[in-house]
Nanobody, 122 residues
């Protein structure tokens, strides 16, 4: 049984930074693609970024490119999302996910965290 636990969410002013962490428990995640999704208020869950097994390859949704950085530490079984230059439109619940393929659709991911609230005030 795999459990993903996010931490690091909170309230920040526009232009500020936050770092989300996701710790995986139960199995090594080194053979899983790790991703972050988010769900803004009243909207569907959307892709943010993924990182490959090794951590070398990454991919970002256009609106976060240049502002967000995804990374992973397989030795610690963790994945991170560094978020800089935050905007009010980034307000959402952020979810960590793990799966076997580097794709953008939520249903391709097998494991999910409980979510972390990120609120950006203007």
């Amino acid at each position: 049984q795999v459990e993903l636990v996010e931490s690091g969410g909170g309230l920040v002013q526009a232009g500020g930074s936050l770092r989300l962490s996701c710790a995986a428990h139960g199995e090594p995640m080194s053979n899983q693609v790790m991703a972050w999704f988010r769900q803004p208020p009243g909207k569907e869950r959307e892709f943010v970024a993924f990182v490959s097994f090794s951590g070398i390859n990454t991919y970002y949704e256009d609106s976060v490119k240049g502002r967000f950085t995804i990374s992973r530490d397989n030795a610690k079984n963790k994945v991170y999302l560094q978020m800089n230059s935050l905007k009010p439109d980034d307000t959402a619940i952020y979810y960590c996910a793990a799966g076997g393929r580097p794709v953008l659709i939520p249903r391709a991911y097998d494991y999910w965290g409980q979510g972390a609230q990120v609120t950006v005030s203007s």
